[in-house]
């Protein structure tokens, strides 16, 4: 098993507020805006390894916080790849349990 942690910014594209002065975002700005932040984790099953060894670990996160982990050597979107989900998959409205 593999734990995965990852993080959603719900608001990504949000215009956070600049420093008056240099550069980057205003520090209590941007806190605010981090403190929406969504914390993920997810214990998935690791693969065996292919007999010629590890190529890549590749971890694909889909809607409703699902997460596949895999360690093939054939990448996305190979027809090989074990992977087979489409990209750009919509969020459905209720999320199984």
Known sequence: MMKVEWEIDPDPYAKIKRKTTGYGFDEEAYAKHAANYQQHTASVPLPPYEEEGLCALEVHFF????????????????????????LEMKEPAVCPK
Do not use: G, L
Not at 69 to 82: F, G, K, L, M, Q
């Open 63 to 86: 809607p409703c916080h699902q997460v596949k982990v895999t360690t093939s050597c054939w990448r996305y979107p190979s027809p090989n790849s074990p992977i087979r989900e489409p």
